[in-house]
């Protein structure tokens, strides 16, 4: 192999590692957008006067 077909398979694997690192951080923030939706969406259900007694009746 020359040197610059090296060079090219090098360059693309090094554009391959970067955009992959680039989608993985996307995820990741995607991630934890979503979990903080869903936080607030639990914070914003709660009834505190539900679930305060239990009646049973035999």
Do not use: C, T, Y
Not at 35 to 41: H, S, Y
């Amino acid at each position: 192999m020359d040197i610059a077909a090296l060079s090219i398979g090098m360059s693309q694997a090094s554009l391959a590692q970067a955009v992959s690192v680039k989608v993985l951080g996307m995820a990741k923030d995607q991630g934890s957008e979503q979990g903080q939706a869903l936080v607030q969406m639990m914070e914003k259900s709660v009834q505190p006067h539900l679930g305060g007694q239990l009646d049973i009746r035999a």
